[in-house]
């Protein structure tokens, strides 16, 4: 790979020397660093699939960079706002504040700047709203592009690659994946060249290791799990060796479980302290289990700082603290929290508040604390490596079942392990466990296979923003090219990407034909029909009196342009020159059929029962007539249409019926005789012709493939017709709220709107109503009872409930996922925050973690700050509005503040006072910094397997 320096641009422009763009680098860059650099130099988009901690922020640096030197912008998007808050602080620190600045659901700091950090849905929803700030975009950088499978936010990063304009070049960042290949194929398709940059080789080996308890001997077993490629036998003999003890004592002393054990959480420190395998990451599924490993390891006496770290954890911890009231410090168990920090042992789970895990992370960073017992959102994104990773168990609670880890899963975690430039390798250490054998262990370490597979489905919004923004054609083609159906059927995107190619040149060359003399295409229709009639007129009236024979329902084999198979005739019609047929093709395309365009009389193939009522341009009656025609068994007969040139119908800006004015030749009528650029106009005629022939076959081979998102999508159009947010292909009144909704409930939230539910509510009353929409229970355990601060908001919840049932019921007959239900454990909590209550006594009085209350107020807030936009009345949008306003307060608004660890007090003077909370619509997003175990509580959003 080359360090050539690209000096000029496309249009001349004199652009920044690589060597100068780089030059801040300490290191030399890698060879995966800098071909994905060439490929940016070359005007490319680039996918770079990396391991955990290679540097792929390298390549997002320098296209950043690119665009700072050329006058443009450029946005760096990322999964969770705990990542976009770090990756917005590392550019400042680069460029400046002046050139850098965050858009969150929490945070709206200098959203002008050149270059911008966001949430994904933030930039989804600029697409959407059609924000100028897209204008001057070079690059967007999609950080963990990988979350493009995640279930419920995964549509979010395709709909922006499919709709972002093809200026824009995408840097895609991504964990190691065993199809980046296909996904680099895939976004070529639908953008354009885009390199796939794969390095697999970590830039810290990585040692795989067993630690399991053994009584016979009395001590930790410490091996190696992977020896030349295979298991390590003296692991596997130690592994079999219990198990027939076991199976021999049947659980009696001498059994397996007797003699092999899982080490203790102290144990392991204090073995990974003595062999210098410190600071470590130990993953344990449950915050629960999180919190009682700390407290086993402060018990056993383990102090791992000194009293110069225990000086600055202070410092850091009183700095970032500063803002919480005493008495939610005392409730967050402020005490404990330290005590543990001073030892040099910490927690991390979305249990807790941001500020108390932003102090974990700032001091893991800086060496002062030594292990963290982390649930498995410590592994999204954060930069916090470490020596040595632990995992206790292989397997997971997802809230609804254990399940094992998966190899991606696997990479994920272990990644954190070994530090660049500081460790010559990183130790991943697996704890035995009597319910996984060694054999799965080693299987799941030796493991390379991460696939990545498309989780896009079309939703409400999604189908809404469609409608209002694209006609039916080109919303299911814009379906077509997503990468879940690239997966299913490849040849689908392929095709359509070749249409979408097609269509442009098929208007640059109509564009090119038009005349400002007259009308070039009714000329060129009228001379060549003029010229086919004086040949062939007997023939002509035999085939009119054939044409006139047809009835509606009569099917006919037709070829015409590009298109061949079945039509249905809807009417026949005589016209001063001559018969015409319109008929409906098996796309749902209607052809408008002259004399001409036949060989022979038409012969029917046979007949269909048309749909009553009579409405040709009904989506229902086209479905049903297209339905009817591939019931129909026919053979292809002689004497079918057959056209010399390109159909042009309506939908194609022009219409068969410029043959209503092929008379004007005789007399001249066209004007375009006098145009002295007729010939290269009737050329670009022509070349139209031809586009459009090769057009009408690539809808052809479209429409027989198997287009399973688009079935999808007619499913999501047919329940919004039925509840009356589409009309036809146009929004309803109804529908232009939906398209600003933007909530894994959105249809329910914008039918309630609708109905009026959420009206005449004072602001607590409806921040309890409104967050039956944004809680999830997920514990094990029963909720509580469910308690509401009227009778008649109380009525309100049961009429979403049943509303809600109303959908849930009309997608399973459409062959749709349910949406999730809505849940009223919250309306509580909701009602006494928003009323004024503290903190202390809300908490306490639910036994709610501090990071759960957090997390769903603020999820709480962004839809409030929805209603305050979108809401038909003046007065439900003020009392929203108030509602949000009484939530952002307190541990809410000091969790929504950009880390000021991270920063120095006098780079945080240079922002500060910028930040506010966002209101504008485009830029809420969800808060996913959830985890999924098995004594977590509800959230409405939670992360992706593979993070």
């Not at 000096?7 to 995966?32: C, K, M, W």
């Not at 198990?243 to 073995?271: I, Q, Y």
């Not at 803002?323 to 042992?345: K, M, Q």
């Not at 597979?453 to 919303?475: D, G």
Request: overall charge negative; glycine content about 8%; some cysteine.
């Amino acid at each position: 790979m080359s360090e050539v320096d690209v000096t000029t641009s496309n249009n001349g422009q004199v652009r920044a020397h690589r060597s100068e763009l780089i030059a801040h680098y300490p290191f030399p860059l890698d060879t995966f660093q800098l071909e994905a650099l060439d490929a940016l130099d070359e005007g490319r988009s680039v996918l770079v699939a990396a391991p955990t901690g290679s540097g792929k922020t390298v390549v997002a640096e320098y296209a950043i960079a690119k665009a700072l030197a050329d006058g443009k912008r450029a946005f760096y998007t990322a999964p969770i706002k705990a990542l976009s808050n770090q990756k917005f602080i590392d550019l400042t620190r680069l460029h400046g504040t002046d050139n850098v600045g965050l858009l969150t659901g929490d945070n709206s700091i200098n959203g002008d700047a050149q270059v911008v950090v966001m949430t994904t849905e933030v930039l989804r929803n600029m697409i959407y709203a059609g924000s100028s700030a897209l204008d001057d975009l070079a690059f967007v950088v999609l950080d963990e592009v990988h979350f493009i499978q995640d279930t419920y936010r995964g549509p979010v990063w395709e709909e922006v690659i499919i709709h972002l304009p093809r200026s824009v070049r995408l840097v895609c960042l991504s964990a190691t994946v065993s199809n980046a290949v296909e996904l680099t194929d895939w976004i070529s398709t639908v953008r354009g060249p885009t390199i796939p940059v794969v390095e697999s080789k970590r830039p810290v080996r990585l040692d795989n290791l067993y630690m399991v308890g053994d009584k016979t001997s009395d001590r930790l077993h410490l091996m190696p799990t992977i020896i030349d490629g295979r298991p390590n036998p003296e692991a596997s003999r130690l592994d079999e060796d219990a198990n027939k003890r076991w199976r021999g004592g049947r659980g009696k002393v001498g059994g397996a479980r007797r003699v092999l054990f899982t080490p203790s959480r102290p144990d392991v420190v204090e073995r990974l302290d003595r062999e210098g395998m410190l600071p470590a990451i130990f993953f344990i599924f449950s915050r629960n289990q999180c919190e009682a490993a700390a407290k086993s390891c402060l018990d056993a006496g383990l102090r791992l700082t000194d009293a110069a770290a225990r000086i600055r954890i202070r410092e850091i911890v009183d700095r970032r603290l500063e803002g919480l009231d005493p008495g939610d410090l005392r409730v967050l168990g402020y005490n404990t929290f330290l005590a543990s920090l001073e030892a040099g042992i910490a927690t991390h789970h979305a249990g807790m508040v941001p500020p108390f895990k932003e102090v974990v992370e700032a001091c893991f960073t800086e060496g002062l604390i030594k292990v963290v017992f982390a649930t498995e959102t410590l592994a999204v994104g954060i930069n916090m490596p470490a020596r040595s990773v632990v995992i206790e168990k292989l397997t997971k609670f997802t809230g609804e079942h254990h399940t094992s880890l998966t190899p991606g899963e696997y990479t994920q975690l272990t990644g954190r392990a070994g530090r660049r430039g500081i460790d010559a390798s990183g130790q991943a250490i697996v704890l035995w466990n009597p319910f996984v054998t060694f054999e799965q262990v080693a299987t799941l370490a030796s493991s390379k296979t991460f696939h990545l597979h498309s989780a896009f489905r079309p939703t409400y919004n999604m189908a809404a923003n469609l409608v209002r923004s694209y006609t039916s054609e080109q919303a299911h083609h814009l379906l077509d090219l997503s990468f879940a159906q690239y997966q299913a059927d490849r040849d689908v995107v392929r095709l359509e990407a070749r249409l979408d190619r097609r269509l442009t040149d098929l208007t640059t060359a109509r564009v090119a034909a038009e005349s400002p003399y007259g009308d070039i295409y009714a000329y060129r229709t009228a001379t060549s029909r003029s010229e086919r009639r004086a040949g062939r007129p007997d023939e002509i009236e035999m085939i009119s009196v054939g044409m006139a024979r047809l009835k509606p329902g009569d099917v006919l084999f037709v070829e015409k342009g590009k298109y061949v198979g079945k039509v249905a005739v809807l009417t026949t019609a005589h016209r001063k020159e001559g018969m015409r047929v319109s008929a409906l093709t098996m796309r749902r395309d209607t052809l408008h059929l002259a004399p001409d365009d036949f060989t022979e009389p038409p012969k029917p193939v046979g007949v269909i029962q048309l749909p009553v009522p009579f409405s040709p341009n009904g989506q229902n009656f086209q479905r049903a007539v297209v339905h009817a025609l591939e019931k129909l068994k026919t053979a292809p007969r002689s004497g079918h249409a057959g056209s010399r040139s390109g159909r042009r119908d309506g939908n194609r800006g022009r219409s068969a019926g410029v043959e209503d004015r092929s008379s004007g030749v005789e007399d001249g009528s066209f004007g375009v005789e006098d145009d002295p650029d007729l010939h290269a106009r009737l050329r670009s005629v022509v070349q139209a012709e031809r586009i459009q022939r090769e057009v009408d076959d690539l809808r052809e081979r479209v429409s027989g493939r198997n287009k399973t998102i688009s079935r999808q999508f007619d499913g999501v159009l047919d329940i919004l017709r039925r509840w009356g947010y589409v009309n036809g292909w146009a929004l309803t009144e109804r529908g232009s709220t939906l398209v600003r909704t933007f909530h894994e409930c959105d249809l329910l939230v914008a039918e309630a709107l609708h109905l009026g539910l959420f009206d005449d509510l004072e602001p607590s009353a409806l921040a309890a109503l409104v967050s039956v929409v944004t809680y999830e229970h997920r514990s094990p355990d029963a909720p509580p009872a469910p308690w509401f601060p009227s009778g008649a908001v109380r009525k309100r919840w049961l009429r979403i409930q049943t509303l809600s049932e109303d959908i849930a019921i009309d997608e399973e007959r459409a062959g749709l996922s349910p949406h999730r239900a809505p849940d009223p454990t919250f309306a509580a909590i909701a009602f006494a925050w928003a009323a004024g209550e503290g903190f202390a006594e809300v908490v306490e009085a639910e036994e709610l973690s501090g990071g759960d209350f957090v997390r769903n107020v603020k999820q709480l807030i962004d839809v409030l700050r929805q209603l305050s936009l979108v809401a038909p009345k003046s007065s439900t949008r003020r009392a929203a509005q108030q509602a949000s306003d009484r939530l952002f307060r307190g541990v809410v608004s000091a969790s929504s503040s950009v880390g000021a660890v991270a920063l120095g007090d006098d780079e945080l003077e240079d922002f500060d006072d910028e930040v506010s909370p966002v209101v504008q619509h485009t830029l809420l997003d969800p808060d996913v910094d959830s985890d999924d175990n098995e004594d977590g509580q509800g959230s409405a959003h939670d992360p992706p397997p593979q993070s």
